[in-house]
């Protein structure tokens, strides 16, 4: 196993992330990362296929501005990590903190998942 420590937009929160290599080829390894303001239109984007994948397109009503905002400006409330093969974004992973009153513990909700389906099982 390959891992590696990515670092989230929060300075006090690391993403520990385990990546079988010899499933991928690797002429074609999978970078995953913390998303930039550059990735947004590519984030939003992706979010548009997964409303197509799931036949949801209809109710996709937000838009790159407010993804945008809400993941870049203080206070951000969600956080993405941007999957890319060969510098094009092909998935990612969408979510925020949460805190269980019940157990007094923080949590995360992974909001969405999304890997195009051509890039899927390499």
Do not use: W
């Not at 092909?90 to 007094?104: E, K, P, Q, R």
Request: net charge negative; hydrophobic share 40%.
């Amino acid at each position: 196993m390959n891992c590696c420590i990515l670092t989230s937009n929060s300075p006090e929160t690391d993403i520990f992330v385990m990546i079988n290599a010899s499933k991928f080829d690797r002429s074609q390894s999978a970078i995953l990362r913390p998303a930039t303001p550059d990735d947004v239109p590519a984030l939003f984007q992706l979010i548009q296929a997964l409303a197509e994948y799931e036949k949801l397109s209809h109710e996709v009503i937000g838009n790159p501005e407010k993804l945008k905002q809400h993941l870049f400006v203080s206070p951000s409330y969600i956080e993405a990590i941007v999957a890319e093969i060969e510098g094009k974004a092909v998935g990612f992973a969408l979510f925020f903190y949460n805190y269980s009153t019940f157990l007094t513990q923080p949590g995360i909700y992974l909001e969405d998942l999304f890997v195009l389906p051509e890039y899927r099982r390499q």
